[in-house]
């Protein structure tokens, strides 16, 4: 995926992924973001729609980022 496939998504779920990318929690990432936890697992779900990947799968605490995940992250840092 290139930058620009991630300009094409909204901004606030790119702000959610990114924060998900650093805490691996979505309990933290709504502490963090503001919002509860209800609402990060719903802009997740649009993310792994927009983005057609997982990109977080559970496997214990903490969340494991796919490698699809790890790979857009330098590019999300770059863009936001």
């Not at 977080?56 to 936001?80: D, N, Y």
């Given at each position: 995926?290139?930058?620009?496939?991630?300009?094409?998504?909204?901004?606030?779920?790119?702000?959610?992924l990114?924060?998900?990318?650093?805490?691996?929690?979505?309990?933290?990432?709504?502490?963090?973001?503001?919002?509860?936890?209800?609402?990060?697992?719903?802009?997740?779900?649009?993310?792994?729609?927009?983005?057609?990947?997982?990109?977080?799968?559970?496997?214990?605490q903490?969340?494991?980022?796919?490698?699809?995940?790890?790979?857009?992250?330098?590019?999300?840092?770059?863009?936001?």
């Amino acid at each position: 995926m290139n930058l620009a496939h991630l300009l094409a998504v909204d901004l606030n779920l790119l702000l959610v992924l990114d924060t998900l990318l650093a805490t691996r929690s979505t309990t933290a990432t709504a502490k963090k973001l503001g919002r509860t936890q209800s609402a990060i697992s719903h802009s997740l779900a649009r993310l792994r729609d927009a983005l057609g990947d997982e990109l977080f799968v559970r496997r214990g605490q903490p969340l494991e980022a796919t490698s699809h995940a790890e790979s857009i992250a330098p590019r999300l840092r770059l863009l936001l």
